[in-house]
């Protein structure tokens, strides 16, 4: 592991909070893997192994129905973990994974982790964490889905990007709209109809551009209940 990708761990949910000691330990034991765009990084049903940094890049969970119907469960990039729970269980992953850009993926081997956790177990209120953080992340997602039109859904993952507090900016969307289609439960074509409608609220969108006109009244938008 590089210089940065060792910061990205240490400041990852994961290993934020943990005593310096521990995570010295976990990290000379992790590996970075490099994975192509569309390539699998594990597969639904699969034993668990091993927790995930993402070092660089996007990747995606997803689940597959009977019927081959896809659904995305989440999207993940720098910083963020995945694997936690199932892992520590040695139990199968209920999901897919899938490298949505070219990315870096720092692999924490679990038995590597758990004999940590047995030398110090503070290092068990990091893991916590980061689960629970994915069980916020599925419950503001599932009150996504239930109280706001197709059209707020994509103003708030416009607005999640946005790096300006106010006024004008513009947003480079990160993967392809089939994907953030996926991810916001709309398909490719009702996501087309929520950013025409999105117009008259200011956001123009140009391949992979979307320029804000003004940051304050598209969330304002997403705000209104009545979309």
């Known amino acids: 592991m590089n210089f940065e990708e060792?910061?990205?761990?240490?400041?990852s949910l994961l290993l934020s909070s943990a005593p310096e000691h521990v995570i010295d330990k976990v990290l000379a034991e992790a590996r970075v893997r490099t994975y192509s765009r569309g390539e699998t990084i594990f597969l639904q049903g699969e034993r668990a192994s091993a927790i995930y940094i993402v070092a660089?890049?996007?990747?995606?969970?997803y689940r597959l129905a009977p019927n081959g119907a896809e659904a995305v469960v989440g999207v993940f990039t720098k910083g963020r973990s995945f694997g936690e729970a199932v892992a520590f269980r040695h139990d199968v992953y209920p999901v897919a994974s899938e490298a949505v850009t070219d990315c870096s993926l720092i692999r924490i081997e679990a038995d590597s982790l758990?004999?940590?956790i047995r030398e110090s177990?503070?290092?068990?209120?990091?893991?916590?964490?980061?689960?629970f953080v994915h069980l916020n992340g599925l419950?503001?997602?599932?009150?996504?889905?239930?109280a706001r039109t197709g059209a707020q859904r994509v103003a708030e993952f416009l607005l999640e990007l946005a790096q300006c507090p106010a006024g004008a900016c513009e947003v480079t969307l990160p993967y392809d709209k089939a994907l953030i289609a996926g991810r916001l439960g709309m398909t490719p074509?009702?996501?087309?109809?929520?950013?025409?409608?999105?117009?008259?609220h200011g956001v123009t969108i140009r391949q992979t551009i979307a320029r804000i006109e003004d940051v304050?009244?598209?969330?304002?938008?997403?705000?209104d209940e009545k979309g």
């Open 189 to 200: 074509e009702s996501l087309s109809r929520a950013f025409a409608r999105l117009r008259t």
């Open 56 to 61: 660089d890049g996007w990747v995606k969970l």
């Open 216 to 223: 304050e009244t598209l969330r304002d938008f997403t705000g």
């Open 6 to 11: 060792t910061r990205i761990a240490r400041r």
């Open 121 to 131: 177990p503070e290092i068990a209120i990091s893991i916590l964490s980061a689960t």
């Open 139 to 146: 419950v503001a997602q599932v009150e996504t889905l239930k």
């Open 114 to 116: 758990l004999r940590q």
